[in-house]
């Protein structure tokens, strides 16, 4: 497997858990302090670190700084692409199986 095709299968495994999904939701509109992610989402701030770590690390988010605060944000905004794709195949398959369980 190519270094390439590792790097994009990092990016969608890190997108591909769903309080890291709640996060990027969070993130939506903007830069956050972990101080506000982790109460928003109904997670423990240890995980929730731990889940922004890593998202950050795999190029997801980006992380600053500001004296004792550290604020998160989406570092592209093609990752809201990537999930409004994913509602959208959801979406279809849930009509999919609708149309499958009438006719059946």
Same mark, same amino acid.
């Given at each position: 497997m190519s270094d390439h095709a590792i790097y994009r299968a990092e990016i969608l495994k890190a997108l591909a858990q769903p309080t890291r999904l709640k996060i990027i939701d969070f993130l939506r +509109? #903007? @830069?956050r302090c972990v101080c506000e992610i982790f109460p928003a989402i109904g997670e423990e /701030? =240890? %995980?929730? =670190?731990? +889940? !922004? %770590?890593?998202? /950050? &690390?795999? #190029?997801?988010? =980006?992380r600053r700084k500001d004296g004792l605060k550290i604020y998160y944000g989406i570092? +592209?905004? @093609? $990752? !809201? @692409?990537? $999930? &409004? !794709?994913?509602?959208?195949? !959801? &979406? /279809?398959?849930i009509t999919g199986r609708q149309r499958l369980l009438k006719v059946g």
């Open positions: +509109h #903007g @830069e /701030q =240890s %995980n929730t =670190s731990r +889940h !922004l %770590n890593l998202m /950050q &690390a795999s #190029g997801i988010l =980006s570092k +592209h905004p @093609e $990752v !809201l @692409e990537i $999930v &409004a !794709l994913t509602e959208r195949i !959801l &979406a /279809q398959e």
